[in-house]
């Protein structure tokens, strides 16, 4: 039992590690190089091929097995019917995958015979709707991915999401078969999705409610909201989702721009008719062919229109498209009946639907004008003329254009094409031969092997000819230049013959891809059209409601700020008013109020605040004066910090020398480098004003008689020797009142032998400025020392 068990495990890892080493597998058909629509024998021959060249044993290039081992992967996923069925329609690339992949059995809804519901509860309860239809057409979310929404740049999807037992789906059942049998035949394509088996993609896609219809296009989903599935309301629903002006109307004064267009690399189809507007089958086709082909609508009963169906005799009761290439005398292809069959209107547009020398503006051009061929006798060429965005160089793209209109080859064996050297440069230097690099206004031959390789070889004779050829056709010049290519052409298509070069290319670049500011608009325009689509009654109301009171709360709040404005409008024209009447006519008065400047007093209770507590970046600038000198010094102290009174980080205070005389005497001690005993005269120290910078620790101080000058840190010591010294001047007695033995290499300088009191804060202001310039000089100090008490 034991064993059982372990060679179960071991052939469960087994298999794991052959799904998870075949997971990988890209497109196949990619691989291969063919088309979805390849049959075997082309499926067969494309492996042959890539089998020979990339076989292990032939190839020395270093991806070689790994690329053999692709190669043979994915022939024998499309040589499976089987496996190549479960691929196109689930995306399934492991022919083992379905065994891991949960399915749902949808026999058990016909296993009542006839009608479960007329077996339970009679025939009053029978419905004529199958159900079964949905089961047919039901997708996973895989399918979803890989298959609807690449071909929903292209083709629109209609997908109903349903459930199992839902009678309101069942209903909904005879209405979705009509709607397949009207839209199906016309181009759209339909597809069910149970939504108990895909909650994932329900939720993806916002659908609102059982059964529901949603449009895919052009990998957008858009819901269908109203409840009535009626074949009408949903065309019009279709109609209304198509990009704006696919089909715009056109009349005889603006015909000929609009067939003269084809600049922008699309050839022009009009669509008459003698209705008001266009068939939804023509929309759709123009919306198929939107990328290769322009369509405009003509209006067969409108009289501006008559000079058009004059010029291209167009019949005024049958419908007919009309297809142009450069020429816009005469069409490439026409088709007129009263109801043109869907298919055979593809199939003319197909066949037309490039100009008779296209620019290969993307890799999409690429394909479709130049395809990929492996079968060596049927090579597919591509003749591409090498020049410039630039009038210069428009008579040589007409020119190449006259050959490829008057040749006879079958456009499926040989193409003509000219591309920008600017704007695809890297294709251009891929085939760039080391011998000679100019290759604008040359003619290169190229034939595709397959995605990323291409034999290619350059007409050098048809380069100067080219670029000297003009409107006649009689010119040898051109003839000449004409025999070249053909001569070149013919050799080339022989199978016996090869291309001379072979390189490997990148992809090109979208030449049409939207710039950064036209996919935020189209990114907005789209928000703003999905916000219309989604947003109900149910979202609307609570949103009105959400915008009704942030604006009835920001109208109250600039009610209340415009009364406060008024108020304090009031209170100031009051003030004014008063003003004018005390001091009669005094100009100073008339002036508007400004707010008083605060001054605090330095003392015990405010010491902290004013100086320990002060936060990074704060100062207080202190005035000290005593209880005689206070009512002279402050006005001028007043005055000087007037103009600093807005400042935020400054604050401004007095101090009385009586009550700080001790915390004044050891601050000055502690910006000392000696240590040492001070005696102070406190009347000396009267109009000292002191900037303290609490958080860092340091101070500036201004003194009538302290010089700021550039003497280093011991300055104020030798400054103060000198006053000490200088006996003769009562005044002149040091403020620090110092006793210091005299210094010889003091130089004494000439004081004013008298100083008042009104004199000592004259030069504040001047030392403010040097202040806050920070030439000042600062005293730092370890500690701020207690303030006294008493």
């Known amino acids: 039992m034991r064993w059982s068990a372990c060679f179960q495990v071991i052939f469960l890892i087994i298999v794991l590690f052959t799904v998870a080493g075949t997971a990988n597998l890209g497109d196949p058909y990619k691989i291969l190089g063919v088309g979805r629509h390849a049959t075997l024998q082309e499926i067969r ?24 081992v692709e ?33 749902h059995d949808y026999t058990q809804y016909g296993r009542f015979s006839p009608d479960p519901f007329e077996e339970f509860f009679g025939h009053r309860f029978h419905f004529d709707q199958d159900i079964s239809l949905f089961h047919k057409l039901s997708i996973t979310t895989k399918y979803f991915e890989t298959n609807i929404l690449p071909k929903s740049l292209t083709t629109p999807h209609l997908l109903m999401f349903y459930s199992d037992w839902c009678f309101a789906c069942m209903k909904a059942a005879g209405a979705f078969k009509k709607l397949i049998d009207v839209l199906e035949p016309l181009g759209t394509s339909f597809a069910t999705i149970n939504s108990g088996h ?3 993609l329900v939720r993806k896609l916002n659908v609102h409610s059982i059964p529901c219809i949603v449009l895919i296009l052009d990998g ?76 405009a609508f003509v209006e067969l009963n409108s009289p501006s229109s008559e000079g058009i169906k004059e010029r291209y005799k167009v019949h005024p009761n049958l419908d007919t498209v009309l297809i142009f290439n450069e020429d816009s005398t005469r069409p490439v292809a026409s088709v007129s009946m009263a109801d043109i069959p869907l298919q055979t209107l593809n199939n003319v547009i197909s066949a037309n639907q490039y100009l008779a020398l296209p620019r290969l503006s993307s890799q999409g051009m690429l394909e479709g004008v130049c395809p990929t061929e492996w079968n060596r006798p049927r090579k597919r060429l591509c003749v591409i003329l090498v020049t410039e965005n630039t009038n210069s160089h428009d008579n040589a793209r007409q020119s190449l254009r ?22 695809q440069s890297e294709f251009i230097n891929a085939l760039v031969r080391k011998d000679d690099q100019e290759t604008l206004l040359r003619v290169v031959i190229i034939w595709r092997r397959d995605t990323k390789h291409i034999k290619y070889e350059w007409v050098d004779e048809a380069r100067l000819h080219i670029h000297q050829m003009d409107n006649d056709s009689a010119d040898p010049n051109y003839n000449h230049t004409k025999q070249k290519l053909d001569d070149t052409i013919q050799r080339l298509l022989r199978a016996s013959e090869a291309l001379s070069y072979e390189a490997e290319v990148k992809d090109l670049l979208d030449e049409h891809a939207q710039g950064l500011v036209s996919r935020i608009f189209n990114k907005i325009f789209l928000t703003m059209e999905y916000l219309a689509d989604n947003l109900g009654r149910e979202h609307i109301l609570p949103a009105i409601s959400v915008l009704g009171t942030v604006g009835f709360i920001l109208g109250v709040g600039y009610l209340m700020a415009y009364l406060v404005r008024q108020e304090e409008e009031n209170i100031k ?5 008063n003003s004018v009447n005390n001091n009669n006519g005094n100009a100073k008065s008339q002036s508007t109020y400004v707010p008083e400047l605060r001054l605090h007093e330095l003392r015990a209770e405010k010491y902290n605040g004013l100086v320990r507590l002060l936060k990074p970046g704060c100062r207080t600038i202190v005035l000290v004066t005593d209880l005689q000198s206070r009512s002279k010094l402050i006005p001028g102290y007043h005055k000087a910090v007037w103009p600093y009174r807005k400042n935020k980080t400054l604050m401004f205070a007095h101090m009385l ?27 000396n120290c009267i109009g000292t004003v002191i900037a303290l910078n609490g958080h860092r620790k340091y101070f500036c101080m201004y003194h009538a008689k302290h010089p700021e000058t550039n003497r280093g840190a011991k300055r104020m010591l030798k400054m103060t020797r000198q006053l000490s010294n200088n006996y003769r001047d009562p005044e002149a007695g040091s403020f620090l009142a110092m006793d210091s033995e005299s210094d010889s290499s003091v130089s004494t300088e000439s004081e004013p032998r008298i100083l008042l009191e009104e004199n000592l804060l004259d030069g504040l202001s001047n030392w403010l400025d040097r202040l806050f310039e920070g030439t000042t000089h600062r005293y730092y100090i370890n500690y701020w020392p207690d303030f006294p008490t008493k």
């Open 45 to 68: 021959r494309a492996y042959k091929q890539l089998a020979k060249e990339w076989h292990p044993d032939k190839s020395n290039d270093p991806e070689a097995e790994k690329k053999f």
């Open 71 to 103: 190669i043979k992967q994915a022939y024998e996923l499309l040589a499976d019917t089987e496996r190549r069925k479960a691929y196109d329609l689930h995306g399934i690339t492991n022919e083992d995958a379905a065994m891991f992949r949960e399915s």
């Open 198 to 200: 895909e909650n994932g």
């Open 220 to 295: 957008k989903f858009y819901v269908y909201k109203e409840s009535i599935f009626s074949v009408q309301r949903i065309v019009e629903f279709l109609r209304h989702k198509l990009p704006y002006k696919l089909v715009p109307t056109v009349k005889d004064d603006n015909v000929h721009g609009f067939l003269s267009g084809w600049n922008d690399n699309r050839v022009r189809a009009l669509v008459m008719e003698p209705r008001a507007q266009p068939r939804l089958r023509y929309l759709l086709s123009a919306f198929h062919f939107r990328f290769r082909v322009a369509f």
């Open 402 to 423: 006259r050959i490829a209109l008057e040749s006879s080859y079958n456009p499926e064996r040989v193409r003509f094409a000219y591309i920008y050297k600017e704007k």
């Open 573 to 577: 024209k009051q003030q004014k008013s």
């Open 657 to 683: 020398i009586e009550k700080g005389l001790t915390w004044y005497t050891e601050l000055l001690r502690l910006s000392l480098t000696e240590s040492r005993d001070l005696k102070i005269n406190p009347r």
